[in-house]
């Protein structure tokens, strides 16, 4: 099973057409400085929400949820929550 980052970069290079995430200090910066606008996030995280079988997100955590890493540790949380 591919693991949370490796598909977030493959949703990432979906969103945005090309790879914007290229080494593993990407997933610390800003979403802003891979490129992503708002449009884009909310893109993003809609099609991370259907990739991991995720409920509805909040528009809280979406305002909150801006850095790959960020995400990363929501999906995990979310699934283990799912899970149990």
Do not use: H, W
Request: hydrophobic fraction near 40%; aromatic fraction near 4%.
């Amino acid at each position: 099973m591919e693991d949370v980052e490796s598909k977030l970069k493959s949703i990432v290079a979906d969103v945005l057409d090309k790879d914007a995430v290229t080494c593993d200090g990407d997933f610390q910066r800003p979403l802003k400085e891979l490129g992503i606008d708002s449009l884009d996030a909310m893109t993003l995280l809609l099609k991370v929400q259907d990739a991991f079988g995720l409920p509805d997100i909040s528009d809280e955590d979406m305002a909150r949820l801006n850095t790959l890493g960020g995400i990363a540790a929501y999906v995990r949380q979310n699934k283990e929550r799912i899970a149990s």
